[in-house]
């Protein structure tokens, strides 16, 4: 796979590492720092995404809300975070002391979600990036914010350049253009043939009544 950005469109440009930290508070910008520091290779578009991911739940001791069992986590950090094991003690928390995840309540949107991602997964992404990155995503419409929010990026751009760059053929379906967030959740509904409704975590965003607004 290549290191090259991809730029799926012509104003969706991948976020670099340099314009990725100065969207970002101080604390996030420097937990981002570290774990680019760890890297097996800083420059590669995906490590930079992946590094945003892990360091938004890291500032919030929040390891364990991506989703991923620790054999992912291993998995994710022996490929792109190869230098994880020399870093401090406060960048890399013990994948032991992880608690579970309790997603019993909403098993069934995420393991649903989960599966629609990859049915749309680009050829060109590693496929053990992609089933990582569908399950921090569907972990993350659990919660009561924005998409972008929710995963640390730093707008909705940046969310488009994500899901074009690992589920291509899904982005193509949004033509309407709606919230990521809502999108996913109506297609996961029509993919197992329920009708279309909110994500878990939507009911808790600011903007509920806006993208749902026969249900406020």
């Known amino acids: 796979m290549s290191d090259e950005p991809l730029t799926p469109a012509a104003d969706v440009a991948a976020p670099g ?3 990725l930290l100065t969207a970002l508070d101080a604390q996030l910008a420097e937990r981002t720092a570290a774990w680019l520091a760890a ?3 800083a420059a590669s578009p995906d490590t930079q995404l992946f590094a945003r ?3 938004a739940r890291d500032v919030r001791h929040e390891l364990a809300l991506p989703g991923l069992p620790p054999q992912a986590w291993r998995a994710l950090l ?3 975070f190869a230098h994880a094991v020399h870093a401090p003690v406060s960048v890399l928390a013990p994948l032991s002391a992880l608690p579970p995840v309790d997603t019993r309540e909403h098993a069934q949107f995420v393991e649903t979600l989960h599966a629609l991602l990859l ?3 680009s050829t060109t992404v590693d ?3 992609a089933q990582c990155l569908a399950a921090i995503i569907a972990h993350a419409c659990l919660r009561p914010d924005h998409l972008w929010r929710d995963l640390g990026l730093a707008g909705r751009e940046e969310v488009t350049w994500m899901l074009t760059r690992y589920f291509p053929t899904l982005v193509v379906l949004n033509v309407e253009n709606l ?3 809502k999108f ?3 297609q996961r509904a029509l993919s197992v043939g329920l009708e279309p409704g909110p994500a878990p975590g939507c009911p808790g965003c600011e903007d509920y009544g806006h993208c749902v607004p026969d249900r406020h």
């Open 78 to 80: 022996e490929r792109h």
């Open 119 to 121: 049915t749309h997964s």
């Open 39 to 41: 890297a097996t290779n």
């Open 17 to 19: 590492a340099e314009s």
């Open 184 to 186: 996913l959740a109506q």
């Open 53 to 55: 991911l892990i360091a």
């Open 179 to 181: 919230r990521w967030k």
């Open 127 to 129: 496929a053990n990036d």
